[in-house]
Nanobody, 123 residues
Framework: QVQLVESGGGLVQAGGSLRLSCAASGLPFSFDAMGWFRQAPGREREFVAAISRSGGDTYYAHSVKGRFTISRDNAKNTVYLQINILKPEDTAVYYC????????????????WGQGTQVTVSS
């Protein structure tokens, strides 16, 4: 059974930082590209960042580029999202997802999803 479990969310003031983690089990982790998405209240789920199988390639949404960093540790079956200079508009539930062999930015390209972790940024 595939499981993706996110952690690290919380309430933080604008300008602060958070590090989200996503622990994967039940899948050949090193064979899947991984991604992070987020969904704010009343809005559609949107792509945030993705990382290749090896971790050598990354891709970011324009709105987070320069502030967010995605990384992975295949030995620990974990993918991370470092979020810096948080803004109130970053408030959302953040989801990690496991995809196919290559970096992807579309929801339908990902096969497995976590339950999400809430990030709330106060102004």
């Amino acid at each position: 059974q595939v499981q993706l479990v996110e952690s690290g969310g919380g309430l933080v003031q604008a300008g602060g930082s958070l590090r989200l983690s996503c622990a994967a089990s039940g899948l050949p982790f090193s064979f899947d590209a991984m991604g992070w998405f987020r969904q704010a209240p009343g809005r559609e789920r949107e792509f945030v960042a993705a990382i290749s199988r090896s971790g050598g390639d990354t891709y970011y949404a324009h709105s987070v580029k320069g502030r967010f960093t995605i990384s992975r540790d295949n030995a620990k079956n974990t993918v991370y999202l470092q979020i810096n200079i948080l803004k109130p508009e970053d408030t959302a539930v953040y989801y990690c997802a496991a995809g196919g062999p290559g970096i992807a930015t579309k929801i339908h390209e990902y096969h497995y999803w976590g339950q999400g972790t809430q990030v709330t940024v106060s102004s």
